[in-house]
């Protein structure tokens, strides 16, 4: 239902942009979150975005480096990633929620199960 792009192989220190979008919604009334996991590893928070806009949210690991952003126009949310590491290698995931309330909560905001709506997942590589 939610379909993320953009992953692919790139050295350290480089960048790339990840783009969600959903089919068959309109994105306006959720909130949406990254995840990522890694292999053999839990999935893992890394930024969230209110619906407005207005709030962001990112994981210690991520901030400072990476921006979440969204164009409602163009119903799609994205995640500019700089600086990648090789601790960044992961599947990294959208998801969405209708619960406007949980954005805000750090503790449900961060949890995989507060989200509605997942996509299939894209994979980042950072070669070191």
């Known amino acids: 239902q939610l379909q993320a792009s953009g992953g692919g192989l790139v050295q350290a220190g480089g960048s790339l942009r990840l783009s969600c979008a959903p089919s068959?919604?309109?994105?306006?009334?959720?909130?949406v979150g990254w995840f990522r996991q890694a292999p053999g590893k839990e999935r893992e928070f890394v930024a969230a975005i209110s619906r407005t806009t207005t709030n962001t949210y990112y994981s210690d690991s991520v901030k400072g480096r990476f921006t979440i952003s969204r164009d409602n126009a163009k119903n799609t949310v994205y995640l500019q990633m700089n600086s990648l590491n090789a601790e960044d290698t992961a599947n990294y995931y959208c998801?969405?929620?209708?619960?406007?309330?949980?954005?805000?909560?750090?503790?449900?905001?961060?949890?995989?199960?507060?989200?509605?709506?997942w996509g299939q997942g894209t994979l980042v590589t950072v070669s070191s």
């Open positions: 998801a969405a929620t209708t619960s406007y309330g949980s954005i805000f909560d750090v503790a449900r905001r961060e949890r995989p199960d507060t989200y509605d709506y």
């Open positions: 068959g919604r309109t994105f306006s009334i959720y909130s």
